[in-house]
């Protein structure tokens, strides 16, 4: 990773977040982009604290979850944060499996009704 920075719009722009979400997330301190007066600019490693704030929403982690799982790192170290990331990856995977099968009966029972109502119509003449 280079060392250059990112202004807070090119930071908006690369992870594709509004600036308020930017913002946010500075405000709950997962973020600590450096200040020049009233401009703001991420380092590399704000860079990459996003790219895994990203990765963890998108596996459905909550921000705290995030949060603290990023603070092991600065206060322990990568081995305590990798059995934490082992951890919440285990629960996450039952809990999305668990949603993966109900949305698959829900479909099942959509379909099912779907076809039912068809069935009623009368044919098209």
């Known amino acids: 990773m280079s060392d250059t920075r990112l202004t807070f719009k090119e930071m908006c722009a ?14 709950i301190e997962l973020l600590s982009p450096e200040k020049e007066g ?8 704000e860079v990459a604290r996003m790219t895994l704030i990203m990765r ?5 982690f909550s921000l705290e979850e995030i949060r603290q ?3 092991i790192y600065q206060k322990e170290g990568t081995a305590p944060q990798l059995r934490t990331w082992l ?10 499996r ?28």
């Open 56 to 60: 963890g929403r998108r596996f459905g």
């Open 14 to 27: 690369q992870f594709d977040v509004t600036p308020r979400t930017l913002r946010y997330y500075e405000y």
């Open 38 to 45: 009233r401009n703001r600019f991420y380092t590399p490693r």
């Open 98 to 125: 668990t949603q993966a099968k109900e949305l698959e009966q829900t479909i099942t029972d959509l379909e099912k009704l779907r076809a039912e109502a068809a069935a009623l119509l009368p044919p098209d003449s």
């Open 69 to 71: 799982w990023l603070e």
């Open 87 to 96: 951890d919440m990856a285990d629960r996450q995977l039952v809990a999305l």
